[in-house]
């Protein structure tokens, strides 16, 4: 019993979590009200004794959770103890805003200590202004090193790499590598490889550490090395580069300039954000979230990002609205139209978002392509036929029934057929198509699917219904 | 000139993937016909030159690239150049039925020489039957080893473990085991840490091999080891585990049982497959894409798993048009309601999607929490607010004019004011009401969602303009 007691109180693993964070892995409120209380009382050791020593995440989700005053508060109580990375582990508003309230030797200080990708995250955000004033503030060579990094494009790879790396000539011995790695100091904080480079820096290949490790001392580098490693070229996009990682499990991969010289290394947890951003961005963008709405942003400015496709919807709505306007004179003559029509639409919106998702989520892991598109489209243009006609029976039986009328009952069916299939068809044709025309299928597959289903349902419905029961359209 | 061709040629990496994959990153198909032809002819050393040296990863593309009956053969033909790791890389559906159609004593000797993860990875979809089949095959510490993986529950760090470590005394030296890990064969293929534990093999720290690295060959272990690494217990949920990853940046973590002993190691790369997994169930769930549908299933599976989503949409949409049914009489005397009635309700769905999409997100990635709740709910009803009444303008005056009536103009906006409100507060309190109750918000947030959107916007709609124009109900 006490043993066990003790074997737990052993492996502080998930009981640390457990201290601040509950089971659903959210921080404790009683932790955070602890923290506010210090921070009102101005306390600094009681901050520092709460959060000096946590984890730079636990400090950035701590520093999401305050009040606006209060973070630039807790961040000058926790002094040196306060780790800029924590910065990297928050929303970019509250970055910004954090960084601009903050004093800028502060910021160049705490920035130093930090290694390079980080720096970098915490200042692409800023503008040029703040950026500079905070550069000024460093050393030369760490100031050169970090504005190298930021002159690539944003989301490259070169905007994410670490400067910091362990590279030795081919000629040298395992043993002489390891020896060297004990005895210099100011290497990275963790890395995984040692590169192999020629005297004029280009990448001849690179070495896992367990590799090097299992290798006799007398062995020279040149021997065990990996020799085509997968390398990123700084240029590329963050994207291709996560995909690189996910596809050859890489934990960290070598980062080349155009003349394939080794510039940096690219980590595999700054890859598991890109990931996660990547994930986070379709899923929005198929919401009809675009733009870099955060959770942390204000009123206006949320409800500013979302006007755009709002108003897209607007116009689209009026279109299907006007379809129906030209039936105005039928639904008079037979009002039953007007309450069945939108079942017809919203079904085959459903049916066409099903699509939709599937082949955007497909073409963003790049499992859909050129080989088995036609495939696909095929299968579903015969999904929706499927599950049109096994629908359309559900709903003409339903329908038939409920206005006593057997026959709207199988025009409202033959309807939901014809808008199944388009929406099966255009649900997956429509991503397609704009991602062959290099546009984001993500973002604007939604609105063209859901139209051509509102369109197809009200006009098939309407017209077919018309024309069986000789309503005149005047 | 010539140099710089040469350096190209140096540095294999882009270049190796771009001789089968385009800048996409997608297979070549000129890649894969080749293999194609290479199979059709029976031609095994063909086969084993175009794909016995790919990674597993291009290997599994590969597989889910050629029709059906192509993939055994494939295998076949490859014989002992197939890594069987690359059946990790493959959709489910594949996978299971490859491994149906292959020998067992061919999957036992394939799944024997890989890491016990890709193994577990392999064999748990199987049907008992076909399992206990290959289990047979492999020699008894194989098999014990796999099978007390497999008796970890679905979808838990006991599944997605590695057995494979590298565990020493606390009193061992730094250069003793360097020396062990250079003299032992047999020891895991990649490994980034080595585990110290105590004789009744409980964990007491580990030491990632950077550190091995930089200290001292005479320094004992106990004196470096990180006292309380980030451990996940092997009954924990695989997405729990995830989340530790990223939060913490881990590359791997110890996964010890309930006695706190090392059983075995999590490794980064599974954990980027969980994370993409989850994102995906995430972004399927919202598109109304439930199970485990995947791009290689035939029509009728695919039919099948998407009928019963759009089901419980047959009957939200039947109530949406029985309140439109409430109108009849009111629609009859004044047709231009009809024609108006769906974009209120599309446009309000568009905006409860959207603060949807926003919530189920932030709940996923648990940035949405008791803390911040209250905020966000009165944040989305504002914002709702706030675009209700810019759109309601719009629409307003764009209606009235249409029917060349300024009151019925009022009455639209007026209903999309109100309809956007309930869109804001409804979009967020559901998905955190069904988290509360322990339910996924992506799988059911949207049906509730969409439906209020359109029985507030119908109701609100007809009813107003009923009222105002008084209209009889009959």
Not at 160 to 183: K, L, S
Not at 230 to 249: G, M, S
Not at 258 to 270: I, P, Q
Not at 451 to 458: A, P, R, S
């Amino acid at each position: 019993m006490t043993a066990d007691a003790e074997t737990r109180a052993g492996t502080p693993g998930p009981d640390v979590v457990d201290a601040i964070r509950d089971e659903d892995g959210r921080l404790r409120s009683s932790f955070v009200e602890a923290v506010v209380a210090a921070i009102a009382a101005n306390d600094g050791p009681r901050v520092c004794e709460l959060a000096g020593d946590l984890h730079e995440s636990d400090v950035g989700d701590l520093i999401e959770t305050l009040e606006p005053d209060d973070r630039p508060k807790l961040i000058e109580l926790l002094g040196k103890e306060f780790d800029f990375t924590a910065l990297t582990e928050v929303d970019e508003t509250v970055r910004v805003r954090l960084l601009e309230e903050l004093p800028p030797e502060t910021v160049a200080e705490g920035v130093r200590d930090i290694d390079s990708d980080d720096a970098v995250y915490i200042l692409e955000d800023l503008d040029e202004v703040d950026r500079a004033r905070i550069l000024d503030q460093l050393p030369g060579p760490e100031r050169v090193a970090l504005t190298r990094s930021l002159d690539f494009p944003e989301e490259s790879a070169g905007r994410r790499m670490q400067n910091e790396f362990v590279a030795t000539p081919p000629f040298w011995t395992v043993g002489h590598v390891i020896d060297h790695i004990a005895d210099t100091p100011g290497l990275p904080e963790t890395f995984y490889e040692v590169f192999v480079v020629d005297p004029a820096h280009k990448l001849l290949g690179s070495v896992p550490l367990d590799r090097l490790l299992r290798t006799r001392r007398s062995v020279l580098m040149q021997d065990i090395l990996e020799e085509d490693p997968r390398t990123v070229r700084a240029t590329d996009d963050q994207e291709a580069a996560a995909r690189l990682f996910e596809r050859y499990n890489l934990v960290s991969a070598a980062v080349v300039d155009d003349a394939d010289r080794l510039v940096g290394v690219l980590m595999v947890d700054d890859i598991l954000d890109v990931i996660e951003q990547e994930a986070d961005e379709d899923l929005r963008a198929l919401g009809g979230v675009t733009g870099d709405e955060e959770i942390s942003d204000t009123v206006l400015y949320t409800a500013r990002s979302r006007i755009p496709w709002l108003l897209v919807n607007l116009c689209t709505a009026f279109f299907s609205a006007s379809v129906i306007g030209l039936f105005e004179a039928p639904i008079e003559q037979m009002v039953a139209l007007a309450v069945l029509m939108p079942i017809v639409a919203s079904m085959g919106g459903n049916a066409g978002t099903q699509t939709m998702t599937v082949a955007v989520r497909a073409l963003a892991t790049r499992d859909l392509g050129g080989h088995n598109a036609r495939r696909l489209i095929g299968r579903e243009t015969l999904v929706g036929l499927a599950n049109g006609v096994a629908l359309a029976a559900l709903v003409g039986l339903a329908a038939g029934a409920w206005f006593v009328n057997p026959q709207l009952g199988v025009i409202i069916g033959a309807a939901m057929v014809v808008n199944f299939v388009c929406a099966g068809l255009f649900g997956i044709l429509i991503p397609i198509g704009l991602d062959k025309l290099k546009a984001d299928p993500a973002v604007a597959s939604g609105v063209f699917v859901t139209t051509i289903t509102d369109v197809v349902g009200f006009f098939s419905f309407l017209g077919l219904a018309s024309w069986w029961f000789g309503l005149s359209l005047r």
